[in-house]
């Protein structure tokens, strides 16, 4: 049972332009996390997805920032016109319901670089 | 919002040694997780909390649930040089949404051979 999968692992992007990350859940989830980690810093959550519905977006930047986990295909976080202020590592995870059981499972997180 | 401390930030210890950390909030959550990051890796959850008082082992691994749901202690006992990364505590509140956990700044682990 593959586990979380996310891709790029890594991406350089220019200012101005735009980064799609993606995270493919594991098999049988249908919850999807996003989360960014700055270094030396904890994990800070962007965006809770079901299929087709955003739940919680919370964590989310108002501008720029857009996430969506379509019926099928994988989830998608999308940054328009990215800033050096971006670059940061991106974490999806996923769970076969609702986090309140604790038991997400992490992807290996993709690195964006804005230069 | 609510805020994780989470101490110490770092740790170099020989290895065999015995590793204690723990998480600190002003707020109330009603699960706490721990986690450890490897280099370029997501985090892997450790041991998951979900009673106040409650007192989980795995393997070397022992945490805690503070009673008063305002804390969380994670110790390693007989550390070895595979136990090298970070060490997160999250904290989860049902009354906000179930996807929103929040996360400390993290312990790094340095184990000398």
Redesign the interface.
Known sequence: NAGVMQNPRHLVRRRGQEARLRCSPMKGHSHVYWYRQLPEEGLKFMVYLQKENIIDESGMPKERFSAEFPKEGPSILRIQQVVRGDSAAYFCASSPQGQGSGEAFFGQGTRLTVV | GQQ?N?SPQSMFIQEGEDVSMNCTSSSIFN?W?W?KQDP??????LI?L?KAGELTSNGRLTAQFGITRKDSFLNISASIPSDVGIY?C?G?N?G???????????TKLSVKP
């Open positions: 994780l989470q699960t997780l986690y370029g890796e997501g985090p892997v959850l998951a979900y997160f999250a989860l049902y906000g949404s179930q996807g929103n956990l929040i996360f400390g700044k993290g």
